[in-house]
Every structure is written in C-alpha cells, then in structure tokens.
C-alpha cells in the first residue's frame, strides 16, 4: 500500500491518500512528484535514490531526501498547481503545514537551510530547494538536495520554481524497522564492505553522501568540465556557482564554451559572468538552445532503479540477484509486495 501526500498550491489543501497501484499517481496537468524507492528509509547502503518527475520527465538523485521522505510515512509528495506567494511545505510525519517564504526566496541552499533550521527550531531537517537559476527561469535549473546533490535539469527544476515552491521541508524521523532486523544488518554490512573493496572512489571532507553509505563519493563533474578545455581551478569555480545558483553546471559549462568560441573572447569574471546570465537569461538562452534539446526526457529502465539502487551498486555488481531477493525479503516481509 503507497501513501500519498497531495498538496494543492491554489488552495492550500493538504490530502493523504492511500493505494496499491503506483500509475494512479494524478500527473494531470504540471504536478510535480517526488517519489521514494520501497527499500528507503531503513538506512540500506545505497538504495535511497530519489524519484523527480512530471507527466514528461523524470530525473533522479541520490542525498537523504527520500529516506526522510519514507521515515514521515510518505512514498509520493505530489505538488499541484501555482502558489500566488513563495511558500515552502514543511512535513513532520502527518503534521504538514505551508509557510510563507518570501524571506528566503532568493537565497542559496545552504542559506536557505540554516534560516529554516533556525525558523522552525530544528537541527535536523533535509530541504529540497530551487536557487536564483529556477526563479529567473533558467531551463537547466535544479532542485538541491545538498550542496553536490541535486536533480532536474530537463525542466523540473524550472517547473518547481514556477509553482512558487521554494523548498519542501522534512524533519528527520527514525528508521523504519525492517521484517528480519538480523538478516537485515549482515546484508548491510556486506554491501558497506563491498563497495569499499570494488570502488576507486575519491574521497574528500564534505559531508556529502547519500544516507548510510560508507563513502563520500565526489561528484565527477569537476572532472568533465576540465575535459572541455577549463582550467581544473576554473571547472570547481563553475561548478560551485552551478551549485550556488541551482542549475547544471554541465551545461553551464557548455554555455560558456559557446559563448567564448562565438565571440573569440575570454572571460575574465566567471562570478560576473555567470551572475549576469542568471539575471539576464533570455539574452544568454540562444547559448544554451542546443545543449538543452540534448537533455533525454527518460523513464526509469529497469527493477533495480526503481528499487532505488544507486548507480554504484549497479555498475559494481555489488549484489547477486539472489542476494537482491534476499534483501528485499528481509526488509519488507515475503508477504508484502513492492
């Protein structure tokens, strides 16, 4: 049974619905859903992999998002119509309310988290967000779930910022308790263990990893823009301002590459630069045409993504099928279905 959390943004109605068929979800019009795998919420290493999408695209990512979404009791938030004001949506299990946001509407991520922690009186709380990018209507903007983490560049991150909507708000619960607890943390630990000894993965200091994974894996986007010919100290400064202003820093990238190729120029200030497109980007937007039209609208593939397995455990093969089977048993119970 999927629980579903409806809120109407004309309105201001909260509805909680009940259901066992996931394709009943109302993506009449422009809703705008987030989605949580069944495995989350129980702190299984890499298998909290995040659902966006509307009624044409989907876009996924990883952080604590949708294990919180899945310890409030919720598998669906779906976010109909427009907001008049900037609002966010605050979820504490079946206590939600919508709050003004006006005072933190054109505030960054990590701006935004802090003023709401303080707000609400919280310490622990995982926001889905929209910067500068999809306020001024950016077509590759992003929601931000922590500062590497994010999705939404195929216009679902516009689409939120449209609504009015400037974060969801989830205070942090505790986690589900699965079927077989046992069962549950030996094959916990093997995954943990695995991933260690199959991964060349990069380390680094930022508290940056998706809920109860081992690893704090770094974002290869660095490495892919210095590929296009930026400085590595250049490629982490568009990378950062992507961050900043909530939008794809790939196709920022690409962006800026057109620019300097169609003008024979260099950019001196990336901060201005970037800035100045944010502010003025139907000016800036024939940069971006061709590599906007490159953005896959995709449906998830397989089982194993709509599980919620991240990429890593795929590409590693981290667990047999049978082991899958197991795992999936010993979480939810042979007698509850997916």
Known sequence: MKKILYINLN???????????????????????????????????????????????LSQSGSHFAHFMKCNGYDYLVMEGESQEPVYVYIDKDNISIKDAKHIYNESYNVVRELL????????????????????KVDFAKIMFRNNKSCGKNGLGKLMATKKIKAIVLK?????????????????????????????????????????????CKSSAVNTIHEQGFSIEESNKINELSNYYGMDSLTLAQGINTYK????????????????????????????????????????????????FCKLLLQKNILTEKEKKCLIKCILGLSMAI
């Open 117 to 136: 922690k303080k707000e609400l009186e919280e310490e622990k709380i995982e926001i889905a967000t929209v910067g500068m990018a999809g306020i001024n």
């Open 172 to 216: 942090n619960q505790e986690n589900l308790v699965p079927y077989d607890e046992e069962k549950f943390k030996r094959y916990n630990q093997i995954i943990g263990q695995r991933i260690i000894n199959r991964s060349n993965v990069n380390w680094y200091d930022e508290n940056n990893s998706c809920y109860g994974c081992c690893l704090n």
């Open 261 to 308: 190729k169609t003008f024979d120029t260099e950019i001196i200030d990336l901060n201005y630069f970037v800035e100045n497109i944010i502010k003025n980007y139907e000016y800036y937007r024939p940069l971006f045409v061709n590599e906007n039209s490159k953005i896959r609208k995709r449906k998830i593939k397989d089982s194993d993504e709509k599980l919620g």
């Open 11 to 57: 309105n201001k109605r909260i509805k909680v619905t009940h259901q066992y068929d996931e394709y009943k979800i109302n993506l009449n019009g422009d809703n705008l859903v987030f989605e949580a795998p069944p495995l989350a919420g129980y702190g299984v290493v890499g298998l909290n992999r995040l659902s966006v999408y509307d009624k044409n695209s």
